[in-house]
């Protein structure tokens, strides 16, 4: 599994439109790509008041290709966001599930 985590930062003067846009088309375009499994908004706080973040999870890496493409380490932006992000990023994690001691037992045995 591969947790997305995409962060966008608007001009403030923007965020009505951005945030129908960011909650329709943009969770719109990601919820219907197969192999996703969840889809989070972040909204902003008074430590970031104009960043925006939105968590997904992906099935494995070739579901988030077939969505974002072979340079799926880069922010997908579905037409009609294109004039909102002033700074974007895009982090990928893969997702272990198995518990935190079995991970720190295993590499102690090593």
């Known amino acids: 599994m591969i947790l997305r985590i995409f962060r966008v930062e608007i001009d403030p003067s923007t965020r009505s439109a951005f945030e129908a846009g960011f909650r ?3 969770v719109d375009a990601v919820t219907r790509a197969t192999g996703n ?3 989070e908004i972040g909204m902003p706080t008074r430590w970031a008041p104009n960043t925006y973040s939105m968590i997904t999870r992906w099935r494995d890496e070739d579901a988030l290709v077939a969505f ?3 340079e799926w380490n880069t922010p997908v932006i579905p037409a009609g966001m294109e004039a909102f992000g002033r700074k974007l990023s895009v982090e990928h994690y893969r997702i272990d599930d198995s518990p935190i001691g079995e991970q720190r037992n295993a590499a102690d045995s090593r």
């Open 24 to 26: 329709s088309l943009s």
């Open 68 to 70: 974002a493409g072979p």
């Open 37 to 39: 499994l969840s889809c």
